[in-house]
């Protein structure tokens, strides 16, 4: 199960990074990053996950035997909202890139 | 004790208040915004002591670790971080007085914000004593570079800033993985903590990928060679002054972290001939592609990454001179090499060009400036009495210990960088030109005649700074042990 887990993230966060490698389309490089955001943020989900445990909430009158560990969850939602905000500063310098050249393609870095 | 959150706190606090005094007067901000990071620089410059005493960890929230037990966020303060914080306060000062008129009236509140907001990432990056604060703090950071780089809003800053982005979010990723796989090994995110556990586990090959995504994660943001390609670009579209404290804000968020968690986490404090090899790379390459830029800044920025080099090779060396060197370099350079950015800055200001080639003549106009870029020429190539002497000189001590070829190549790269200087001083500031301008207002003068100043008084005194403020963060550096036992003392009892 876990290593399923393992290629599977691996397979998003390598996916992510071939789109922004190789793709010259402003957006698609943009979808790409959030695409390499999930892989990783799946990857720190899995590092605290306890197979067939219970999420830490204590709750009277339940009894359980194991938890999973909740920091890596804590860290995801602040991943996932830098995430966020990487998706919308990139889409704001697009926008602002597509008004002063009427194309979504990128330049290369000058040399 | 002031606590260390205290100025990253009034940093946030200034970043977000000036907008509100900007809307009760407006010519209100500047004196606001400059009032506050005078302050900041107090509060700072005031936590000295503390810093020279010893570590002191401040454990947010009180979360203080009890017996076996470490739960809470740590902002650890010794000499190393307090010595690239207060190059963060003091540039800061300098920044928001040079953009009084650069920037304008218009838009100047959303600059200071940014530049309030740059200031908090990056003293946290530096005073923190976890990964992961560390990595929040540090895209904090990046976010507010990119707005800053952006901040002119034509096609060229505007990709620059995008191209910037997309490199350092790639980059901080791997950072964020490598943390998370370090957080797994140990089951701890605190820097001491993680030390501490991997010294008893031994690197196993999970902790070494670790590392490699570490390294090069934060590897962008130190931007050494081959990692250095979004560097020249987004610093010179930045807003003059902003370039300026980017440069001085580099280092601390750059290299500071990389060698923390190198010789903390990792305890790598010996000679390390990758690194050797990376400043000598990071040397040649750009001087070599600093000598065939005709932009002004662009110019600077290579040369930026070119002295890198010399503080990459200076740590790597693991010897007490060489950090000694190589920490007192990174003290200099910020230096001189903000004053290079203000002096481009207001010849570009004033002229409208940013090819040197199309300048000239401009030391008759603009004689403070060219003053300020000569006292800055000479430091960066290493000429006595100037104080980028001081430190290249240990650096060639440092060197010659370990292999007499390093020392050739470093006198090397000075006499080219010498050489690049020069020919552009003879473009902008000699010779005839069709610029007739005034010199820049007071408020960009002043600022660079300050840091003229000190590069001039840390040429002559060298041993005063030594003394005080480089060889203790030096030895911090060189004994990780000391870090480790005294932030995690509350924890065994």
Same mark, same amino acid.
């Given at each position: 199960?876990?290593? /399923?887990?393992?290629?599977?993230?691996?397979?998003?966060?390598?996916?992510?990074?071939?789109?922004?490698?190789?793709?010259?389309?402003?957006?698609? &490089?943009?979808?790409? /990053?959030?695409?390499?955001?999930?892989?990783?943020?799946?990857?720190?989900?899995?590092?605290?996950?306890?197979?067939?445990?219970?999420?830490?909430?204590?709750?009277?009158?339940?009894?359980?035997?194991?938890?999973?560990?909740? &920091?890596?969850?804590? /860290?995801?939602?602040?991943?996932?909202?830098?995430?966020?905000?990487?998706?919308? /500063?990139?889409?704001?310098?697009?926008?602002?890139?597509?008004?002063?050249?009427?194309?979504?393609?990128?330049?290369?870095?000058?040399? | 004790?002031?606590?260390?959150?205290?100025?990253?706190?009034?940093? #946030?606090?200034?970043?977000?208040?000036?907008?509100?005094?900007?809307?009760?007067?407006?010519?209100?901000? $500047?004196?606001?915004? #400059?009032?506050?990071?005078?302050?900041?620089?107090?509060?700072?410059?005031?936590?000295?002591?503390?810093?020279?005493?010893?570590?002191?960890?401040? $454990? #947010?929230?009180?979360?203080?670790?009890?017996?076996?037990?470490?739960?809470?966020?740590?902002?650890?303060?010794?000499?190393?971080?307090?010595?690239?914080? %207060?190059? %963060?306060?003091?540039?800061?000062?300098?920044?928001?007085?040079?953009?009084?008129?650069?920037?304008?009236?218009?838009?100047?509140?959303?600059?200071?914000?940014?530049?309030?907001?740059?200031?908090?990432?990056?003293?946290?990056?530096?005073?923190?004593?976890? !990964? +992961?604060?560390?990595?929040?703090?540090?895209?904090?950071?990046?976010?507010?570079?990119?707005?800053?780089?952006?901040?002119?809003?034509?096609?060229?800053?505007?990709?620059?800033?995008?191209?910037?982005?997309?490199?350092?979010?790639?980059?901080?990723?791997?950072?964020?993985?490598?943390?998370?796989?370090?957080?797994?090994?140990?089951?701890?995110?605190?820097?001491?903590?993680?030390?501490?556990?991997?010294?008893?586990?031994?690197?196993?090959?999970?902790?070494? @990928?670790?590392?490699?995504?570490? +390294?090069?994660?934060?590897?962008?943001?130190?931007?050494?060679?081959?990692?250095?390609?979004?560097?020249?670009?987004?610093?010179?579209?930045?807003?003059?002054?902003?370039?300026?404290?980017?440069?001085?804000?580099?280092?601390?968020?750059?290299?500071?972290?990389?060698?923390?968690?190198?010789?903390?986490?990792?305890? +790598?404090?010996?000679?390390?001939? !990758?690194? %050797?090899?990376?400043?000598?790379?990071?040397?040649?390459?750009?001087?070599?592609?600093?000598?065939?830029?005709?932009?002004?800044?662009?110019? #600077?920025?290579?040369?930026?990454?070119?002295?890198?080099?010399?503080?990459?090779?200076?740590?790597?060396?693991?010897?007490?001179?060489?950090?000694?060197?190589?920490?007192?370099?990174?003290?200099?350079? @910020?230096?001189?090499?903000?004053?290079?950015?203000?002096?481009?800055?207001?010849?570009? $200001?004033?002229?409208?060009?940013?090819?040197?080639?199309?300048?000239?003549?401009?030391?008759?106009?603009?004689?403070?400036?060219? !003053?300020?870029?000569?006292?800055?020429?000479?430091?960066?190539?290493?000429?006595?009495?100037?104080?980028?002497?001081?430190?290249? $000189?240990?650096?060639?001590?440092?060197?010659?210990?370990?292999?007499?070829?390093?020392?050739?190549?470093?006198?090397?790269?000075?006499?080219?960088?010498?050489?690049?200087?020069?020919?552009?001083?003879?473009?902008?500031?000699?010779?005839?030109?069709?610029?007739? @301008?005034?010199?820049?207002?007071?408020?960009?003068?002043?600022?660079?005649?300050?840091?003229?100043?000190?590069?001039?008084?840390?040429?002559?005194?060298?041993?005063?700074?030594?003394?005080?403020?480089?060889?203790?963060?030096?030895?911090?550096?060189?004994?990780?042990?000391?870090? %480790?036992?005294?932030?995690?003392?509350?924890? +065994?009892?």
């Amino acid at each position: 199960m876990s290593n /399923l887990l393992f290629v599977l993230c691996a397979a998003l966060i390598g996916a992510g990074i071939m789109g922004v490698l190789v793709k010259k389309n402003m957006l698609k &490089i943009i979808i790409a /990053l959030s695409v390499i955001d999930s892989g990783v943020n799946m990857f720190i989900i899995t590092r605290g996950y306890v197979d067939s445990c219970t999420a830490p909430i204590l709750e009277s009158g339940k009894s359980f035997s194991c938890l999973v560990d909740p &920091i890596p969850q804590a /860290l995801t939602l602040t991943s996932i909202v830098i995430g966020a905000s990487v998706t919308a /500063l990139a889409l704001s310098l697009a926008i602002g890139l597509y008004k002063n050249r009427g194309t979504l393609s990128i330049k290369g870095i000058e040399k | 004790m002031i606590p260390p959150i205290i100025p990253i706190g009034l940093y #946030l606090f200034a970043a977000f208040v000036t907008p509100v005094v900007g809307r009760i007067n407006r010519n209100a901000r $500047w004196p606001f915004a #400059l009032l506050m990071s005078l302050l900041s620089f107090v509060l700072i410059a005031s936590l000295y002591s503390d810093a020279q005493a010893g570590y002191t960890p401040y $454990w #947010l929230g009180n979360w203080v670790p009890v017996v076996g037990t470490l739960m809470g966020i740590g902002l650890v303060l010794d000499p190393v971080a307090w010595l690239f914080g %207060i190059l %963060i306060g003091l540039f800061s000062v300098l920044c928001i007085m040079y953009s009084k008129e650069e920037i304008g009236d218009a838009h100047a509140t959303r600059y200071y914000s940014l530049v309030f907001l740059a200031c908090a990432g990056s003293l946290g990056v530096v005073f923190t004593g976890d !990964l +992961f604060n560390l990595f929040v703090f540090l895209e904090l950071f990046n976010f507010v570079c990119v707005g800053l780089v952006a901040y002119n809003g034509n096609e060229r800053s505007l990709n620059a800033s995008f191209n910037f982005l997309v490199l350092a979010s790639l980059a901080t990723t791997f950072l964020l993985v490598g943390i998370i796989i370090l957080y797994s090994v140990t089951g701890t995110l605190n820097i001491a903590h993680i030390a501490y556990k991997l010294g008893a586990l031994g690197l196993e090959p999970a902790s070494l @990928v670790a590392l490699v995504l570490i +390294f090069i994660g934060i590897g962008v943001k130190t931007s050494f060679f081959p990692l250095h390609t979004w560097m020249p670009e987004a610093y010179s579209s930045a807003p003059h002054g902003a370039s300026m404290l980017l440069i001085g804000m580099k280092y601390g968020t750059g290299l500071y972290a990389l060698l923390r968690i190198l010789s903390v986490v990792f305890g +790598f404090v010996g000679t390390s001939w !990758l690194l %050797i090899l990376i400043g000598v790379v990071t040397m040649l390459g750009g001087v070599l592609m600093a000598m065939v830029q005709s932009d002004f800044k662009r110019m #600077l920025s290579y040369h930026a990454i070119s002295q890198l080099g010399y503080m990459i090779l200076a740590a790597g060396l693991g010897t007490m001179l060489g950090m000694t060197g190589s920490l007192f370099h990174v003290l200099n350079h @910020v230096l001189y090499k903000g004053m290079l950015f203000l002096a481009a800055g207001a010849v570009i $200001w004033r002229t409208g060009e940013t090819d040197v080639n199309k300048m000239g003549g401009l030391a008759k106009y603009m004689p403070l400036t060219a !003053l300020a870029y000569a006292v800055g020429a000479l430091s960066i190539s290493g000429v006595p009495p100037f104080n980028g002497f001081a430190s290249k $000189w240990i650096i060639y001590n440092a060197t010659f210990q370990v292999n007499p070829l390093l020392t050739a190549i470093a006198l090397l790269v000075s006499a080219l960088t010498l050489a690049s200087f020069l020919k552009v001083f003879h473009a902008v500031f000699l010779g005839k030109g069709n610029n007739v @301008v005034k010199e820049v207002p007071a408020t960009m003068t002043g600022p660079m005649m300050l840091l003229a100043l000190l590069c001039i008084l840390l040429g002559l005194f060298p041993d005063i700074a030594l003394q005080y403020a480089i060889e203790p963060a030096a030895k911090a550096l060189m004994n990780p042990g000391a870090y %480790i036992s005294s932030v995690l003392a509350g924890m +065994f009892g």
